[in-house]
């Protein structure tokens, strides 16, 4: 059993107030909130109540722009699919190297089967967004940009409102993936041109299964699911109530750990990775270390296999990841750490750690005493000519 979490950026554990804040929608308070009876309203109440609350973690102007959803891949699939469906004269789409694949395969599905044209924009080694890019590719015929806010393997967080100000001068609709940056940083809506964003429910203390679109009022929306007029027509099928309960809960917990998160978070995650750096030797913090979510530290350690260090840490109690748990399977290379030219080597020895409010320094303490000594194990296997002291053979210029 795993002692250490330190997997976060995969799925968060549900804090136990987000529980307890959904079973009463599994138990007396089971309601349709389309029915019309007592037990419907109730049930209606606990939507609107989640509502307000997301709305309040986002910085929406109104309750009436989050939409329920299934997750991050629905919410950023309605957001794509609704802007091409909706400028049926605009074939193209702005996007980055470095999205989720909830971004980029359906970006791939669109190319080969209706012909939109994808501008992928590049990242540096750091893994910042090429800004010239980036501007060449706005034009009158790009539907959409859908960029992310904080990437999932390394934490860079992208200048959003920039990016969104930028399609707004140039008339193009600007949708956020903010999967991994909601409750992780102040976001505020009313004051950035952003025109659709998605979160995710189990990436913030909440359960698997639940996510949230936002759509700026007066920005046209088509529906990925068509059926029923829940969500205003926006999203049909009954609604998730006991899951949009703990969304709601856990959308105003993660607001009021906010400063919780940029500081206890963040001192815990750089002393770890500070200590790791000093205690191992031939690593380094793969990302922007200038502009990175507080809880993300993705360290590529030079002549080692990421699957390795993974699968002997998790032995010894901690949880961590590759660089991405969605490559996780195929050991296939992040597609992230390539686009940042990451030399191939090193791609092979990414490894994510992730934290949350529910770590604590003793966890940390614990890492710094397990990881260094995997490291030099599976070092110690390698042969003669690549251990240490032999000629380095990677290029350090992203430490
Ligand atoms: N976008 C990012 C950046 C993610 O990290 C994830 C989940 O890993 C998703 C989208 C997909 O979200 P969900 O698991 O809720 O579908």
């Not at 190319?111 to 540096?124: C, L, N, Q, S, T």
């Not at 998160?261 to 031939?282: F, H, K, N, P, Y």
């Not at 690593?283 to 507080?294: E, K, L, N, P, Y």
């Amino acid at each position: 059993m795993t002692a250490i979490y330190f997997d976060n950026n995969a799925t968060t554990p549900v804090d136990p107030r987000v529980v307890e804040a959904m079973m009463p929608l599994l138990t007396g308070e089971f309601g349709n909130p389309s029915s019309m009876h007592g037990l419907g309203a109730h049930a209606q109440s606990a939507v609107n109540r989640a509502r307000a609350q997301v709305q309040r973690l986002v910085g929406a102007a109104e309750p009436g722009e989050i939409v329920f959803t299934s997750g991050g891949t629905e919410s950023i699939s309605a957001a794509i699919l609704s802007a091409i469906e909706l400028s049926p004269e605009r074939r193209e789409i702005v996007t980055s190297a470095v999205e989720h694949p909830a971004v980029l395969s359906l970006c791939d599905w669109l190319e080969k089967r209706r012909g939109i044209r994808i501008h992928v924009v590049p990242v540096d080694a750091r893994g910042r967004l090429d800004m010239a890019a980036y501007e060449a590719a706005l034009s009158d015929r790009v539907a959409l940009v859908s960029i992310m806010w904080a990437n999932n393997e390394t934490g860079v967080i992208f200048p959003v409102a920039e990016l969104a100000q930028k399609a707004k001068t140039a008339g193009v609709l600007f949708h956020t993936d903010a999967v991994q940056a909601a409750g992780k940083m102040p976001i505020d809506l009313k004051s950035t041109p952003i025109d659709m964003l998605s979160l995710s429910g189990h990436k913030l203390h909440g359960p698997k299964g639940i996510g949230a679109l936002y759509v700026r009022k007066g920005v046209r929306f088509e529906p990925l699911i068509r059926g029923g007029r829940q969500e205003r027509g926006r999203r049909a099928g009954t609604e998730n109530t006991p899951g949009i309960a703990a969304l709601g809960k856990a959308a105003e917990l993660a607001l009021a750990h906010l400063d919780d998160e940029s500081t206890r978070v963040r001192a815990m995650r750089d002393r770890l990775e500070q200590g790791l750096i000093e205690r191992i030797g031939r690593c380094f913090v793969v990302g922007d270390r200038d502009s990175r979510i507080a809880n993300t530290t993705n360290i590529a350690f030079e002549d080692v296999a990421g699957e390795d260090v993974v699968l002997l840490l998790d032995k010894a109690g901690l949880a961590v990841s590759l660089g991405s748990a969605c490559a996780a399977g195929s050991f296939e290379p992040s597609h992230v750490l390539m686009a940042m030219k990451v030399p191939e080597a090193a791609v092979r020895g990414g490894v994510r750690f992730s934290l949350s409010r529910g770590n604590t320094e003793a966890e940390v303490d614990a890492a710094l005493e397990i990881v260094p000594g995997i490291i030099d194990k599976l070092r110690r296997m390698l042969p003669p000519a690549t251990q240490e002291g032999a000629p380095r053979a990677l290029d350090p210029a992203h430490a």
